[in-house]
T-cell receptor
């Protein structure tokens, strides 16, 4: 059973640029959710993807968007980067529609905006 | 949204039980409580979850009060490797298989030799 893999592990971008982060879900999981973790804080829910559509969103602006692919992997896109977007971005895969309660997190992508 | 409140830090001696409290006074009846831990900004690691009843697994025990407004995570014999930030989390249901985990700010547990 493979775990959740995120890429890249670290990334430095300039304010105003765009970034794409990637996540492969754990084998057997069909749902991916994304979280932003600022330094010293708990993760905050960005959105969830299920059946290749966004089906839940936290308090994040539209410049945060995503995709889910038929193999259940996912991308997080952030446009017009701001300094406050610097954070650890975590994805978690799960299978809630079949009674699954577990969430498997990846190790995250550390994004620095300068 | 339900919110969790945790003490910012705790410590315990190696080999002793670590009891980590969490308040979730606004939790609704169908919202689960989860505990995860995070070491050195790695991805959070699952520990345990529960709804109403107390739960135990190979890592820990979860005690949920009868009114479900608070819970306690118990690590029965803490080791140095248990030093981490522990998050108490409520899982909210948004309909159509839509869930989100609401993290607290975490408790930094230091296990002393």
């Amino acid at each position: 059973e493979t775990g959740v893999t995120q890429s890249p592990t670290h990334l430095i971008k300039t304010r105003g640029q765009q970034v794409t982060l990637r996540c492969s879900s754990q084998s057997g999981h069909n749902t991916v959710s994304w979280y932003q973790q600022a330094l010293g804080q708990g993760p905050q829910f960005i959105f969830q993807y299920y059946r290749e559509e966004e089906n839940g969103r936290g308090n994040f602006p539209p410049r945060f968007s995503g995709l889910q692919f038929p193999n259940y992997s996912s991308e997080l896109n952030v446009n017009a980067l701001e300094l406050d977007d610097s954070a650890l971005y975590l994805c978690a895969s799960s299978q809630p529609d079949r009674g699954g309660y577990g969430y498997t997190f990846g190790s995250g992508t550390r994004l620095t905006v300068v | 949204d339900a919110k969790t409140t945790q003490p910012p830090s705790m410590d315990c001696a190696e080999g002793r039980a670590a009891n980590l409290p969490c308040n979730h006074s606004t939790i609704s009846g169908n919202e689960y409580v989860y505990w995860y831990r995070q070491i050195h900004s790695q991805g959070p690691q699952y520990i345990i979850h529960g709804l109403k009843n107390n739960e135990t697994n190979e890592m820990a025990s979860l005690i949920i009060t009868e009114d479900r407004k608070s819970s306690t995570l118990i690590l029965p014999h803490a080791t140095l490797r248990d030093t981490a930030v522990y998050y108490c989390i409520v899982r909210l249901y948004g309909g159509d298989s839509s869930y989100k985990l609401i993290f607290g700010s975490g408790t930094r547990l230091l296990v002393r030799p």
